[in-house]
């Protein structure tokens, strides 16, 4: 059996004959009221701190979600700027190595180029060489030529003379 604050206040006993005092009976069930009333607005209070509670958790649960979706999404974006800046890093890497082997190709060409110019003017000096000691030797017949034309004269002038 419940009983409502309003029917507790105006209790409706019956009377007899050596009962219990109506005025005392009253003020305890007055202070039952008090107490049964101040109980209920505690519970009031209890459940509204507790909504409150509950929505100040809720709140805290949605900001600990977007932290971790917030957390997941740097992770992930993250990892696909490391995987970006790898790929850069080799495709530079790959660029400069082309470059490299292009500037090795062009060096070995002009090496190359410079090895057959130096063979080159090598032949040209041999020739060269070949031709002043043909043309010192035709020189020195000549002079040879010279000298015994010379003596000759000399001996039929002496002769003559």
Do not use: C
């Not at 600990?64 to 696909?80: D, N, P």
């Not at 490391?82 to 890093?89: D, G, P, S």
């Not at 110019?117 to 000691?133: D, V």
């Not at 000549?142 to 003379?161: P, T, V």
Request: hydrophobic share 35%.
């Amino acid at each position: 059996m419940s009983f409502s604050l309003d029917e507790l206040l105006s209790p409706n006993f019956k009377k007899r004959f050596k009962g219990f005092d109506p005025q005392e009976v009253n003020e305890f069930l007055h202070q039952i009221y008090e107490n049964w009333q101040k109980d209920l607005q505690e519970r009031d209070q209890l459940k509204q701190e507790l909504e409150q509670t509950r929505d100040q958790l809720m709140r805290f649960e949605n900001k600990e979600q977007l932290l971790r979706e917030t957390l997941i999404a740097a992770q992930k974006f993250a990892s696909e700027m490391k995987l970006q800046a790898q790929k850069e890093a080799e495709m530079v890497l790959k660029e400069a190595e082309l470059k490299g082997e292009q500037i090795l190709e062009k060096a070995r060409q002009k090496h190359a180029a410079f090895v057959d110019e130096i063979r080159s003017l090598q032949l040209k000096r041999r020739e060269m060489e070949n031709e002043i000691l043909l043309l010192i030797n035709s020189l020195r017949e000549l002079i040879e030529l010279n000298r015994e034309q010379d003596e000759k004269e000399s001996k039929l002038e002496w002769l003559h003379g």
